[in-house]
């Protein structure tokens, strides 16, 4: 059974489609642009969706054609000056239009709503009906948005080496500087650094560590209870609230000194953490960024 394909609806199709992608790209790459460009660059990438029912001209379907027409379309799009930036400009281009068809694929086979394929000039043309497209469209412009936000998010992540040094021993810890953790011990106004527990343990003295694995959920207990330890006099209550959690309480101490980026305080508090604060493994410590005014 031949699938029927109308130039006119295809037209308008690949033209919404393309406005969406350069749409994407711009935001994304965060150019300046005007919608009079995005509307030429999407107009020029419709006409040349046209032209796959023309078998003469197979020479615009070539692979140097292709990657000839999305460098044309980038450059009717945007003004770009610098060679290396319109190169990353039309690889961008490229992903949101790969994401864009996975997001296309997955409506053709998980609604089963499409009414065939036409393959002309190495171009696959999936007769999908009008909802089902333009509700794909949008929705891919949804999910690489998404992606790219959270792409971002773990891109600008700031890390620092944390070193936490006790009785003359050390540990060394990947911290994350956590805008979340504005936490400070309520006596001194101290900043904190919230670390795991686990990777304290080689500068933790034995007792503290038995006593910890068994109290750390009722830090009043264990600071009681370790009267005349090696750790009373550093020990502190640190108040803090969660989801969940509106007032909780958090065991510390004072080291003797922390190194973050090679600069050294004696002025700031450990929070031990009994939870893995990165389920990746990336950090195992959450800095205090106010921690970075006192040091």
Same mark, same amino acid.
């Given at each position: 059974?031949?699938?029927?394909?109308y130039?006119?609806v295809?037209f308008?199709?690949?033209f919404?489609i393309?406005?969406?992608?350069?749409?994407?790209?711009?935001?994304?790459?965060?150019l300046q642009?005007?919608?009079a !460009?995005?509307?030429?660059?999407?107009?020029i990438?419709?006409?040349?969706?046209?032209?796959?029912?023309?078998?003469?001209?197979?020479v615009?379907?070539?692979?140097?054609?292709?990657?000839?027409?999305?460098?044309?379309?980038?450059?009717?799009?945007?003004?770009?000056?610098?060679?290396?930036?319109?190169?990353?400009?039309?690889?961008i281009?490229?992903?949101?239009?790969?994401?864009?068809?996975?997001?296309?694929l997955?409506g053709?086979?998980?609604?089963?709503g499409?009414?065939?394929?036409v393959?002309s000039?190495?171009?696959?043309?999936?007769n999908?009906?009008?909802?089902i497209?333009?509700?794909?469209s949008?929705?891919?412009?949804?999910?690489?948005?998404?992606?790219?936000?959270?792409?971002?998010?773990?891109?600008?992540?700031?890390?620092?080496k944390?070193?936490?040094?006790?009785?003359?021993?050390?540990?060394?810890?990947?911290?994350?500087?956590?805008?979340?953790?504005?936490?400070?011990?309520?006596?001194?106004?101290?900043?904190?650094?919230?670390?795991?527990?686990?990777?304290?343990?080689?500068?933790?003295p034995?007792?503290?560590?038995?006593?910890?694995?068994?109290?750390?959920?009722?830090?009043?207990n264990?600071?009681?209870?370790?009267?005349?330890?090696?750790?009373?006099? !550093?020990?502190?209550?640190?108040p803090?609230?969660?989801?969940?959690n509106?007032?909780?309480?958090?065991?510390?101490?004072?080291?003797?000194?922390?190194?973050?980026d090679?600069?050294?305080?004696?002025?700031?508090?450990?929070?031990?953490?009994?939870?893995?604060?990165?389920?990746?493994a990336?950090y195992?410590?959450?800095?205090?960024?106010?921690?970075?005014t006192?040091?």
């Open positions: 059974m031949k699938t029927a394909v130039i006119d295809l308008a199709i690949n919404i393309n406005f969406l992608l350069l749409l994407a790209t711009a935001k994304i790459s965060r642009f005007s919608y !460009r995005v509307v030429l660059g999407s107009f990438g419709a006409v040349y969706s046209v032209f796959m029912f023309f078998p003469q001209i197979k615009l379907y070539t692979i140097a054609a292709k990657i000839a027409v999305s460098f044309i379309l980038v450059a009717a799009t945007f003004t770009i000056h610098k060679v290396r930036t319109f190169f990353k400009v039309v690889l281009f490229y992903i949101t239009s790969f994401l864009f068809g996975a997001v296309c997955a053709f086979f998980f609604t089963g499409g009414g065939g394929t393959i000039n190495g171009i696959f043309y999936f999908l009906p009008l909802r497209l333009i509700f794909s949008f929705a891919s412009y949804g999910v690489i948005r998404i992606l790219w936000r959270i792409y971002r998010a773990d891109k600008f992540r700031t890390y620092k944390v070193e936490i040094s006790l009785e003359g021993k050390t540990v060394c810890l990947n911290g994350l500087i956590d805008t979340g953790n504005m936490l400070k011990e309520p006596v001194t106004h101290t900043p904190v650094v919230v670390a795991q527990f686990e990777p304290l343990q080689p500068i933790l034995d007792s503290f560590k038995e006593a910890y694995a068994t109290m750390h959920s009722t830090p009043e264990l600071i009681l209870n370790s009267e005349g330890g090696e750790m009373a006099s !550093r020990l502190r209550i640190i803090f609230s969660s989801l969940g509106s007032r909780g309480m958090m065991l510390g101490f004072k080291p003797d000194f922390v190194t973050i090679k600069i050294i305080s004696e002025n700031i508090i450990i929070g031990i953490s009994p939870d893995i604060l990165s389920a990746g990336n195992e410590a959450l800095i205090n960024p106010e921690i970075f006192v040091i």
